[in-house]
């Protein structure tokens, strides 16, 4: 297992899981989350090594390395991979190695090695409020991934409902009450403004705010073609079937073209912009 500094540049927080609390009930809140059985089966179809992006505490890094894939996390929050170090620590020694965690900014890390599949999960593509930041994202990801590569993104597919009005939603997790309500929502820039309460015995401990940025599914199709890649599916569930009127979830399944196939002028644009 190893843990590097960040490169290219400081991590830009906010990050919404940022306190210690947060990153302790991380694993009880996401359990048994559907993603990761289809993050196993996009690694076998699109090989090794792996990149995930905002890995948290390892819900499917863990799962990946087990597996037998070469795994480097990226994550903004120290908490949540010192979390990710412990349960690593726990794994025999074949498996400790293949894990490797940075903590980085997806927009600005380098490293030497070419992925053959990227990944964000949980809706950590959207805690990035700014299009150019998201732009540089994909940029630096599609640098990052070999010819043929494949980029996966899950968001939530925008619900009419909550860009009328302001979503809430209330879970427990360890005795621990946990609310996430938007207490804002800046239509123009497409973000809502998220308060997560933690609370104990019915007194708050610990409360957070944080910028959640919704994307449209053909907004973000372009921004992966702008840059380069070409859109291979679009899936409304972790079963792959079809985005539809009722869809929860949004799929994107990106490809970087093979070595013979000629980048578009505005990808080869886009990505020059974010190389200087």
Known sequence: MQSKPPTGGEPQPPNPYNLDIAADLFDDLHQGSADVQL??????????????LACGTGRCLIPLIR????????????PMLERLQTKVSQEPEEV????TTLVADGSSFSLPLRFGLAFMVAD?????????QQESLAVNVFD???????????????????????????????GYQVVSEDIDHDRANQVFIVRTSYSLDGHTVSQIEWPLRYSFRFELEHLLEKVGF???????????????????????????PSQDEPLPAEAMEAVALVQT
Do not use: C, M, Y
């Open 67 to 78: 597996a037998g894939f070469d795994v480097v996390g990226l994550d903004l929050a120290p």
């Open 230 to 256: 070409t859109i291979e599916a679009v899936w409304g569930n972790h079963r792959r079937e079809p985005v539809r009127d009722d869809t929860r979830r949004l799929f994107v399944v990106a490809r970087k």
């Open 144 to 174: 990052h991934l070999r010819a043929g590569g494949v980029f996966v993104i899950d968001t939530f597919h925008p619900d009419i409902h909550r860009l009328l009005e302001r979503g809430r939603s209330e879970r427990t997790a360890r």
């Open 96 to 99: 400790r190695h293949r894990a």
């Open 39 to 52: 993050v196993l089966e996009l690694a076998r179809e699109a090989g090794g090594p792996i990149l995930e």
């Open 124 to 132: 950590a593509f959207g805690q990035i409020p700014a299009k150019q």
